[in-house]
């Protein structure tokens, strides 16, 4: 299957929403503690003797870590990355790296860990950072729309509802995954979602009700949030902290999460044998999933072994 050696650990991956064939990567020297960043657009259809593969399009230098890059939902050239020195960096492709990023925002006191694109309203993302707050955005404008206070320590990352365009969800270490309306200062609901830290979160694109958190704890916990005493659904199968979760946009009750355990693992939530598939092709932490939007099944995973891999469901991503 398709694979890249990346210049550097990564952290994050993402489909386009716009071209089948293409990806996004965020990298980061010294696994993020120290150096420099790399923003990666990555071409599936490069074709090489074995095959198809993974060939670099883009590549943008940044001066500090990256931790986290979404697409645009409104233009197919436009993407956000989240950097370790506290901004946030909006690219366009078409341009070369010394006209890049075309905005640079710095309000974050924090490291910035997490970035994500509206996908209803298209024209909005958010920022979480380990200041212990997050940011709303317009691409349009110099600053930030809207801050947003409530967490106790650091936020890892935000997520958009599929259906509700003012709806997001929060991931902190403080243990709790909070809702939020961006028409409201204060998060409508607060889940004390786990023991340890939260880290990742991830709503059902089917049902708008139902949301998935990983953490520390190395479990997943499916919500639902008009009922959030208990969890729908525990997840236990990974052997340390769960990095990324993600939901499907294809199919209805499936996630893939990823961990420090080196393992990229399928569930379906709703059956009694909740783990579909687990892939073990890294060979250091993973830290970065996706499920491609426009192709159904092909699933996509970066680590701290400075690879990035692309496979159909159901296939080794090894195999050549």
Known sequence: MPAFKSPAPGFSVRFSPFHENRLLAATSQHFGLVGNGHLLVLDLSAAGPAGPGLAPLFSFPTSDALFDCAWSESHDSLCAAASGDGSVRLFDVTLPPAQNPVRLFREHAREVHGIDW???????????????????????????????????????????????????????????????????????????????????????????????????????????????????AQLAGHGYAVKRVKFSPHRQG?????????????????????????????????????????????????????MVYVWPFGSDPRAM
Do not use: Q
Not at 192 to 202: F, K, N
Not at 219 to 232: E, F, N
Not at 264 to 278: G, H, I, N, P, S
Not at 284 to 295: N, Q, R
């Open 254 to 306: 499936m996630l893939m999460s990823c961990s420090y355990d080196m393992t990229v693992c399928m569930w379906d939530y709703r059956k009694e044998d909740a783990l579909l598939a687990r892939y073990a092709h890294h060979t250091e932490f993973v830290a970065g999933i996706d499920m491609s939007v426009l192709t159904e099944g092909l699933l996509a995973s970066t680590g701290w072994d400075e």
């Open 118 to 232: 509206n996908p209803v309203r298209r024209d909005a993302f958010l920022s979480a950072s380990w200041d212990d707050t997050l940011k709303l955005w317009s691409p349009d404008r110099p600053a930030s729309v809207r801050t947003f206070r409530g967490h106790d320590y650091c936020v890892y990352a935000a997520a958009w509802s599929a259906r509700h365009p003012d709806v997001f969800a929060s991931a902190s270490g403080d243990r709790t995954a909070r809702v939020w309306d961006v028409r409201e200062p204060a998060p409508t609901l607060v889940i004390p979602a786990h023991d340890h830290e939260v880290l990742s979160l991830d709503w059902d694109k089917y049902d708008p009700s139902i949301l998935a958190t990983g953490s520390v704890d190395k479990s997943i916990r499916v919500w639902d949030v008009r009922s959030p005493r208990a969890p729908l």
